[in-house]
């Protein structure tokens, strides 16, 4: 297999690809373990008395915590990069579900979340740069690559739901440890090519960290790609916290038949991230975003009214097209920050934890007052804000090394 270039000069394309395939693998570890929490709200909210109110609160815990811990993240680890922050993480995140197993009370469930949070919080700034660095300048498909791990990991936590948890109980939870255990030792091996891969390029000239277009222009484009961003969040926040119970109350289906509809709406989501990040290489991230932004405006707007299996087909539908735009959106701004990966990554992973956060508690609210139904009504209009889209401008293209 011949060697190419990477962003930092290595050349070994084998350990370039099992790099990768680590941190994405530890994504989807990582993922599994944090999407149990919003897979359980049904038990949950059976076994504490929870209202849809609290049920929002617990998102807002786990993803608002990451959302200000993340770019924090990526901003110290731009300037001290910390290889071994990696496993870490995966131990907060194992200590927040050994608390969601034994909690007593709706405070200590929070607690749990908030670990979980700042597991979160921890690994994805520092596995993006990893991916980043291991990519041989295909960024697009490193990002998409890693991105899927976690999408897999969300979309398989609401069947291990479904058939371990939900019909054990609560506390079969800290089973999961093992799973931490795994990501643990995996990312200790990442962490070590990490700092071999620094001492090994400790002496070349640093990326040039030229903006590619105006300040004031840049500003302006990181804002609409955050309103982007903001818009997919908490439309998918809306479908990921409250579709089982949207589900059971439409069309009185059962608490697994729910989660089975929630999983191909995730495993949708999953292989939208996957072909995105390759396409985005191809055409460029500008196109994506714009396919995936404007593309999923007429299925959102129907969904609300759709029967069970047009409702089935549907959330296929928007997970796909939504959920390819996450990657290019990552990709297209740290071409527009040279040099801020970091920064970057924990800006866009944490914002979008937390505006999820945001809306989910808000879309909370709603849904103990007007209903679960007037929810998805109401969300159904967000994807038009996606019509921002045509202000993104053309990116210059850059030298390579």
């Known amino acids: 297999m011949a060697s190419v270039n990477t962003e930092s000069g290595v050349r070994a394309e084998t350990i370039t690809v099992s790099i990768i395939a680590a941190a994405s693998f530890c ?10 929490l919003t897979s359980l709200y049904p038990l949950l909210k059976e076994n504490y008395a929870l209202d849809f109110v609290q049920i929002g609160l617990l998102t807002f815990a786990f993803q608002v915590t990451a959302s200000l811990l993340q770019p924090v993240v990526g901003v110290v680890t731009d300037r001290w990069p910390m290889p071994f922050s990696l496993p870490a993480a995966m131990l907060s995140t194992c200590a927040g579900l050994f608390t969601l197993a034994y909690a007593h009370s709706f405070e200590m469930l929070v607690v749990g979340a ?3 949070g700042v597991g979160s919080a921890v690994f994805h700034p520092e596995a993006s740069r990893v991916a980043r660095l291991a990519s041989g300048g295909r ?19 609401p069947l291990l739901a479904a058939f371990i948890v939900i019909p054990r109980g609560q506390q079969t939870l800290a089973w999961f440890s093992i799973i931490a255990i795994v990501g643990f030792i995996v990312l200790s091996f990442v962490g070590t090519w990490y700092l071999r891969h620094r001492r090994a390029n400790a002496g070349r000239p640093t990326l040039d960290r030229a903006l590619p277009l105006p300040r004031n222009q840049v500003l302006w484009t990181l804002g609409v790609l955050t309103v982007l961003t903001a818009t997919k969040n908490a439309y998918l926040a809306s479908l990921s916290s409250y579709f089982t119970f949207f589900a059971i109350e439409k069309f009185g289906v059962g608490v697994q038949d729910a ?24 055409f460029g991230a500008r196109v994506v975003i714009w396919f995936s932004i404007l593309g999923v405006i007429p299925f959102a707007l129907m969904l ?17 097209i939504f959920s390819s735009a996450f990657s290019a959106i990552v990709v297209f701004a740290q071409e527009l920050v040279p040099g801020r990966v970091g920064l970057i990554a924990g800006m866009f992973f944490g914002f979008a934890f937390g505006f999820g956060g945001i809306g989910a508690a808000v879309l909370g609210l709603f849904a103990d007052r007007y209903g679960i139904e007037f929810v998805y009504r109401l969300c159904s209009y967000l994807p038009l804000l996606g019509l921002l889209t045509v202000l993104l401008p053309k990116l210059p293209g850059r030298k390579r090394a």
């Open 304 to 320: 609300p009214y759709a029967n069970l299996f047009w409702t089935s087909a549907l959330v296929i539908i928007i997970g796909f």
């Open 139 to 157: 960024h697009g498909l490193a990002q998409s690559f890693f991105q899927v791990g976690g999408n897999a990991g969300t979309a398989t936590g």
């Open 114 to 116: 908030c670990l979980i």
């Open 27 to 36: 994504h989807m570890l990582n993922d599994i373990m944090q999407s149990l």
């Open 259 to 282: 989660q089975i509809m929630l999983f191909l709406f995730l495993g949708a989501s999953a292989a939208g991230v996957f072909f995105g990040g390759p396409i985005g290489d191809r």
